[in-house]
């Protein structure tokens, strides 16, 4: 039998009750679980002097997993330490996953040791792994059993875990609807999107004191011109978004989906008759995508352009070549980048 040494010790031998170097070995074996044979490491302790291999109980117990474990790959089954792993991502304990399912209270505790799940039980493991939403629907069903203090715990991470999905649908869908817009650099200013430069841009505007007022609409023009100028200055765009004339003038596609993307510091205010979206970013924070030279160009729009009101930007940009020459609702193309005002 082939095997690979994992340790290495002087002690007595169980095996032969002396003292000697005994190894700690892997060896490949081979099984049958449930009329399926499967292959797995199995890890024994090898005496050299009686040149036999044996298992004390932890690794007889831990032999035991590594079968079940190759069975459950096999059959396409969490394994052991994947169900482990739900757990560990909502911090939640063995007995409590089982109240929040209905489960009896050692069912996971099985499932992590010496039992295999069946296919239904493995269905909704993976399920709650991959679906937050769905462990919190379980978990305010669930509440009543629970400490206010251990629904708090598993409610706040659950919820991060929810956000961060929602982030990746939204990022997902913003990228589809720019799909139809790749290859014409026209468009998207000869960038590829970035979302990240996207709401490190937003974050920059946003934070800075040389800005007042920063609305939806005030937003959208700042973030046309950064491009804009970029494009004019380096033969590129910052963003790689691609914007459309609207009434108010340059709006991205996806801007109602740009605005809740995580981390963009948008507060809704209510106006009366509508809404309005303002963005502030008092604390101190660092825009990990944007290179020095974005930053200048930022800085050179925020300059001209930060303390003008809503109604003052819109007018500029109504004066704009690029708008004057795009027809309602167009792309607007970077090739006016060089007739731009500043």
């Given at each position: 039998?082939?095997?690979?040494?994992?340790?290495?010790?002087?002690?007595?031998?169980?095996?032969c009750m002396e003292e000697h170097e005994v190894k700690t070995v892997k060896a490949k074996e081979q099984a049958t679980f449930k009329d399926r044979q499967v292959d797995y490491d199995a890890v024994y302790t090898y005496c050299d002097a009686a040149d036999e291999l044996y298992m004390d109980e932890r690794q007889i117990q831990e032999n035991d997993i590594r079968l079940k474990d190759a069975y459950r790959r096999a059959e396409g089954l969490l394994t052991s330490?994947?169900?482990?792993?739900?757990?560990?991502?909502?911090?939640?304990?063995?007995?409590?996953?089982?109240?929040?399912?209905?489960?009896g209270g050692k069912t996971i505790t099985r499932y992590e040791s010496h039992q295999v799940q069946d296919r239904a039980h493995d269905t909704i493991l993976k399920k709650i792994y991959r679906d937050p939403e769905w462990f919190l629907s379980l978990l305010k069903d669930a509440k009543n059993n629970f400490s206010e203090e251990t629904y708090q715990k598993y409610l706040e991470a659950a919820t991060a875990f929810y956000e961060e999905d929602q982030d990746q649908y939204l990022r997902k869908a913003i990228h589809a609807s720019y799909a139809r817009y790749r290859g014409n650099i026209l468009f998207h200013g000869n960038s590829e999107l970035s979302l990240d430069k996207v709401v490190d841009v937003i974050k920059y505007f946003a934070s800075s004191t040389k800005i007042t007022s920063l609305y939806k609409v005030k937003l959208m023009k700042l973030m046309w011109y950064a491009d804009a100028l970029s494009y004019k200055k380096r033969g590129f765009a910052i963003t790689g978004l691609v914007y459309l004339a609207l009434p108010m003038g340059a709006v991205p596609v996806g801007h109602n989906s740009i605005i809740d993307l995580k981390d963009v510091p948008c507060e809704e205010v209510d106006m009366g008759e509508t809404n309005a979206y303002?963005?502030?970013?008092?604390?101190?924070?660092?825009?990990?995508?944007?290179?020095?030279?974005?930053?200048?160009?930022?800085?050179?729009?925020?300059?001209?352009?930060?303390?003008?009101?809503?109604?003052?930007?819109?007018?500029?940009?109504?004066?704009?070549?690029?708008?004057?020459?795009?027809?309602?609702?167009?792309?607007?193309?970077?090739?006016?980048?060089?007739?731009?005002?500043?």
């Open positions: 039998m082939k095997m690979e040494v994992l340790k290495r010790e002087k002690r007595i031998c169980p095996c330490d994947e169900i482990s792993d739900i757990r560990s991502k909502y911090g939640i304990t063995q007995s409590d996953l089982c109240t929040l399912l209905g489960w303002h963005f502030f970013l008092k604390d101190k924070t660092s825009f990990p995508s944007l290179s020095s030279e974005d930053l200048e160009i930022l800085d050179a729009v925020i300059e001209k352009l930060g303390k003008m009101s809503k109604d003052e930007i819109v007018s500029f940009m109504h004066k704009e070549k690029a708008y004057i020459e795009t027809a309602p609702k167009d792309v607007i193309q970077f090739k006016y980048a060089k007739s731009l005002q500043i």
